[in-house]
DNA sequence: CGCCGACTTGACACCAATCAAGATAAGTGG
DNA sequence: CCACTTATCTTGATTGGTGTCAAGTCGGCG
């Protein structure tokens, strides 16, 4: 069975073919999502009953915005999205950035409170999120594998909290590199070359920076030898060793001084 | 059966008694844990079987530290704790201040990633986590509770997210007093008066800014006309209504102008 | 009474937000 | 293929905010 869903149009957007495409969840991808890895293949035909795949065929799309009913939650299997939230005075803040085999989606009160757009192509796995509760309740290894999920995000905030109340606009942004050198995916590693999947508004948003301030960091990381940019999207990494070590340096006293 | 544990003595303690006592759980309070409120009194009782009960006399008392082996997870029963983690630099950043109904010490990879610690007397349930996971394998239900607190606490490190990454400093201490108002165990709301359970160290390194940063903002407010300092502990709240305006104005505008 | 830690205030330099303007690149329509 | 539009990226100038150093005050405790 094959589903064409519709979404609003983006500002952005010129086209008019669908944008995204759903179809039921069977022998789509040969790379497992992680998800799959930990439970037992009873388990995974399960889920895969109750899965539907979304293709999003561009970045920019929005999956679901912050204020709407929560019915469903996802797992990525292919690509980028950005997780942000807005402020009551409308300024936004990208929460995470998510890759292939994270989790996204958990439903607080019924309700999403953050949005969640696509930033390149992307493929996901969409669970009906009261399906998926039923499950757990049958399966208790399903939902401790989905307990280790949101704790593990959790973490990640935390890092996050971490970065923006301590580290100077350079280290943010050495953080945020460092963090995508992780994934041969964007990092070429034998000429040095990384592919950002994302553009200046979100690496702003996302280190709690202006925009002008992030292209400014860069500049002067140019400046230092650490890196070279290509274009505005790709950056040549100089000293790896180097954006770590401008991480350990201190841009404030604490305030608990010992 | 009761237990005296010992911990290594703090840099500003001059006591020799013992700090925290341990005990069996049971009755020992009549306003049950929030962590009881979803659970049936089966399960309750099972949660019982396994719990101990400490008593931290006073604050500044370590719970657990990062990078020790995780065998607990905690539930508060009374007073303030504070979660922290500190960077490579040796930098503190606090995460959260937990209270009553909180549950924290989650194991990350069988280790505490946070430090905890008392920041007033405290009285905790203790929590073997083996245990925990094992009854919660055999009650969905329990696991899902957890799973809910899990959900929360990710919420709530988004939010203070929310905050470093747009909010001054100004506005970082109009949400920090904003959260404190609405816990009448430090707010009287007939006089208005807060009792700040938490020295300006803490506020600081909670907030992401310089302690003198922190002071100066408070006198700042008090020159506003939003509140009046009574001592350093105490404050009386004179504008509620202006300290939540506070927090909708734009520090920065937002990098992705619409 | 004197010490000590926590709190507070002042002075100053520097970093980053803002406003402004230009450069680059991609798309669009002629 | 070229003019035009538009979005994004980049750089400059300016100002306010905040970290840092320094000094002083306050309150508790021995």
Redesign the pocket.
């Known amino acids: 069975m094959s589903v064409i869903l519709t979404t609003p149009a983006k500002k952005?957007s010129?086209r008019t073919a669908p944008e995204i495409r759903a179809r039921s969840f069977d022998r789509v991808t040969d790379r497992p999502s992680q998800i799959e890895n930990l439970l037992s293949q009873k388990e995974q035909d399960r889920l895969r009953e109750i899965a539907t795949v979304l293709e999003y065929r561009r970045g920019g799309l929005t999956i679901f915005s912050e204020g709407e009913d929560a019915h469903f939650v996802y797992a990525i299997d292919e690509g980028v999205i950005r997780i942000s939230r807005h402020a009551e005075n409308g300024q936004r803040q990208i929460l995470a950035f998510m890759v292939p085999g994270d989790l996204f989606g958990l439903p607080d009160g019924g309700m999403h409170v953050n949005t969640a757009e696509t930033v390149s192509a992307v493929r996901l796995y969409r669970f009906p999120w009261q399906q998926l509760v039923r499950m757990m309740m049958e399966e208790p290894q399903l939902q401790l594998n989905l307990l280790v999920r949101v704790a593990y995000d959790l973490r990640q905030a935390q890092r996050q909290i971490m970065i923006l109340g301590q580290q100077?606009?350079?280290q943010r942004l050495a953080f945020l590199l460092l963090d995508f050198l992780r994934h041969p995916e964007f990092y070429d590693e034998r000429d040095g070359r990384l592919r950002l999947p994302i553009?200046?508004?979100d690496l702003a948003d996302y280190l709690?920076?202006?925009?002008?301030?992030a292209?400014?960091?860069?500049?002067k990381l140019e400046r230092d030898g650490l890196l070279r940019?290509i274009?505005?999207?790709t950056i040549q990494i100089l000293d790896v060793a180097g954006l770590r070590a401008m991480q350990l340096g201190?841009?404030?006293?604490s305030a608990s001084t010992d």
Do not use: H, K
């Not at 292209?215 to 500049?219: K, L, P, S």
């Open positions: 952005r010129t100077s606009t350079d553009n200046r508004f709690g920076i202006a925009r002008e301030t292209v400014r960091a860069i500049a940019r274009d505005s999207e201190r841009r404030r006293r």
